[in-house]
């Protein structure tokens, strides 16, 4: 198979051919003000890039798309998602997310909210952020309880000065057992404290949170979480998960026997992750490299990697998850299921998410094809 027609099968497969949503979620820097007891980072220290570097990386990103454009035929909708550590303490923060906006990218921002000023506020709505992520565990006491003492006054100040300001901003919440049984309390918070929706994520055991894995919730008490979380949505408020499990309660199916990437985890497929000193991966949560902005563009990065092609080979998933006819649609979170399998010292980026409940529909064998087996286990 041609690496053209690979790339728009695998990349740009189903009903994205037309319209193909892309997002980078960027980490400017690995410093943060916290010290939260489930935080993935390891806590290196590294160069960061200057705004400068960053905007030149926005630009070679920006040609990755029009290229895509011009040879498939697609319109690609980009956009930029800054976050840390705390992206409040990138000294280029404003700079850098002004450059994208002039360059046509959605742009978002992820943070604790510690650090967020009224001018901060007014800085970001007149930029036009469409979207800011504030962390939210659950009450104050449990809140502080994870995320550290005063953590959650803090954040509390920082929703208040963006919501008057006119911001649009959303919560996290990092589900474990921890704060499963509060879903409807942080609901509710998070509903009196401004933010117009909330949204549900898994615990990743890795980083400090594999301190936490007792905290790990099964795949029923997920199923009944995630189900709860489903029925608390309404048009006024919104209450979802992007995990890509959480998904499959949607009851929609894809077509029988696809083998392409439509839609559900986003590594190596609709997204990457950059950190600050130039890495490329798949996911923050995953940590494995793909390539390094000092050595390779991101476009040749995204067409040559081993790693973000195995991603999008269903042939890659020898287990479960392989067999799964929701595979084009879910395939677990790799991020789970890569750090999970680190902790059984059997390290496998393809090995079943530990979380899911689904019992796998027969499914045919992959089809084959040119190159079918390169890079098997690379990953492993």
């Known amino acids: 198979m041609s690496q053209v027609k690979e790339l728009k099968e695998h990349m740009i497969a189903g009903p994205a051919i037309k ?6 979620q960027w980490h400017l820097t690995e410093r943060c003000n916290l ?7 390891g806590g290196e220290k590294v160069r960061e890039m200057t705004a400068n570097e960053v905007k030149r990386e926005i630009d070679g990103a920006t040609q990755m798309f029009q290229a895509w454009e ?12 800054f976050t840390g550590g705390e992206p409040f303490l990138y000294d280029g923060l404003w700079e850098v997310m002004a450059y994208a906006k002039e360059k046509g990218y959605g742009v978002a921002m992820m943070t604790n909210g510690c650090l967020v000023t009224e001018e901060d506020a007014n800085r970001a709505f007149g930029l036009g952020i469409s979207d800011i992520q504030v962390s939210l565990e659950g009450p104050p006491d449990l809140h502080a309880s994870i995320r550290g003492k005063e953590s959650f006054n ?15 901003v959303s919560a996290n919440v990092t589900l474990s057992r921890i704060n499963v049984d509060q879903i409807e309390e942080t609901v ?7 933010f117009y929706g909330i949204g549900f994520s898994r615990i990743v055991p890795c980083g400090r949170g594999k301190a936490l894995l007792d905290q790990f919730l099964t795949p029923d008490e997920l199923k009944s979480a ?20 959480a998904g499959t309660l949607s009851g929609t199916r894809p077509p029988s026997g696809c083998n392409l990437t439509l839609s559900g985890c986003s590594a190596g497929f609709s997204g990457v992750t950059i950190t600050s000193d130039g890495s490329v991966m798949p996911c923050r949560r995953i940590g494995l490299i793909a390539g390094n902005l000092k050595k390779k563009s991101l476009r040749a990065i995204w067409a040559s990697s081993r790693l973000l092609w195995q991603l ?20 677990g979170c790799r991020a789970v299921a890569y750090a999970h399998s680190l902790i059984q010292r059997q390290p496998d980026l393809f090995a079943d998410d530990p979380q899911c409940w689904v019992t796998p529909s027969p499914h045919p064998s992959p089809l084959s094809g040119e190159g079918k087996d390169e890079g098997k286990g690379d990953a492993r």
């Open 19 to 24: 319209d193909f949503p892309f997002f980078i």
């Open 35 to 41: 010290r939260c007891r489930h935080c993935y980072q």
């Open 70 to 81: 011009q040879e498939h035929g697609i319109r690609v909708s980009p956009s930029i998602h």
């Open 154 to 168: 803090a954040a509390a100040r920082g929703v208040e000065h963006l919501v008057a300001a006119g911001n649009r």
């Open 188 to 194: 509710e918070i998070a509903r009196e404290m401004g």
């Open 226 to 245: 995630y189900q709860k979380i489903i029925s608390l949505n309404t048009p006024s408020f919104e209450v979802l998960s992007g995990d890509p499990l």
């Open 312 to 331: 999008r080979r269903r042939e890659s998933y020898s287990g479960k998850c392989g067999r799964c006819s929701l595979w084009p649609s879910c395939r």
